[in-house]
């Protein structure tokens, strides 16, 4: 199994840019979610999909649109970016049956928006 | 609301001592979760252990014990012998609400505690 992975693991952008980050698991997990990791504040939920076809605002939103395209996979797109949202991106999945509900996340995506 | 405080930026540890990280959290929830996470500087998120309300023992796995004290709010993480391999940032996090068809299992982080094992 190669758990969660996220494409791609570096990206630079210009202010105003779009693109998608892609994730995706194989562990037939059905909740999915996106967070954002900045110096000092820890991880920040973005969305979060429960289970397929539902979606849900997380603590930081603005700024960002979500895809649950099928169970396996869950990109967030940057319509326009910003400076501000240079960060480290998380995806992560849980299957909500398990016993202990930990989250498995992938390795990450490092967005520098200048 | 919910919240998740780390209020230890930074740490340091000698190698084969044992090192308690802080973590309090506050909820109106009865019932809930409380994960610690590491992160090493290759960046990755890795589980280390669970704690549930409910559960009247605290978790163990392996070097790793979770110090839960219910009516203070806390879930410490105590590290025994520490490895050099030990040093990263630590997370604690809390899951929201009951296991169950219901519950979307968000987390919730700490600011993070950074570890260093000296030799």
């Known amino acids: 199994n190669a758990g969660v992975t996220q494409t791609p693991k570096f990206q630079v952008l210009k202010t105003g840019q779009s693109m998608t980050l892609q994730c995706a698991q194989d562990m037939n997990h059905n909740s999915m979610y996106w967070y954002r990791q900045d110096p000092g504040m820890g991880l920040r939920l973005i969305y979060y999909?429960?289970?397929?076809?539902?979606?849900d605002k997380g603590e930081v939103p603005n700024g960002y649109n979500v895809s649950r395209l099928n169970k396996r996979e869950f990109s967030l797109r940057l319509e326009s970016a910003a400076p501000s949202q240079t960060s480290v991106y998380f995806c992560a999945s849980s299957h909500r049956w398990e016993v202990d509900y930990e989250q498995y996340f992938g390795p990450g995506t490092r967005l520098t928006v200048t | 609301a919910q919240k998740i405080t780390q209020t230890q930026p930074g740490m340091f540890v000698q190698e084969k001592e044992a090192v308690t990280l802080d973590c309090t959290y506050d909820?109106?929830?009865?019932?809930?979760?409380l994960f610690w996470y590491k992160q090493p500087s290759s960046g990755e998120m890795i589980f280390l252990i669970y704690q549930g309300s409910y559960d009247e023992q605290n978790a163990t796995e392996g070097r790793y014990s979770l110090n839960f004290q219910k009516a203070r709010k806390s879930a410490n993480l105590v590290i025994s012998a520490s490895q050099l391999g030990d040093s990263a940032m630590y997370f604690c996090?809390?899951?929201?609400?009951?296991?169950?068809?219901?519950?979307?299992?968000?987390?919730?982080f700490g600011q993070g505690t950074t570890l260093q094992v000296k030799p």
């Open positions: 996090a809390m899951r929201e609400g009951r296991r169950g068809s219901s519950n979307t299992g968000k987390l919730i």
């Open positions: 909820t109106s929830d009865q019932s809930y979760g």
């Open positions: 999909s429960a289970s397929e076809g539902t979606t």
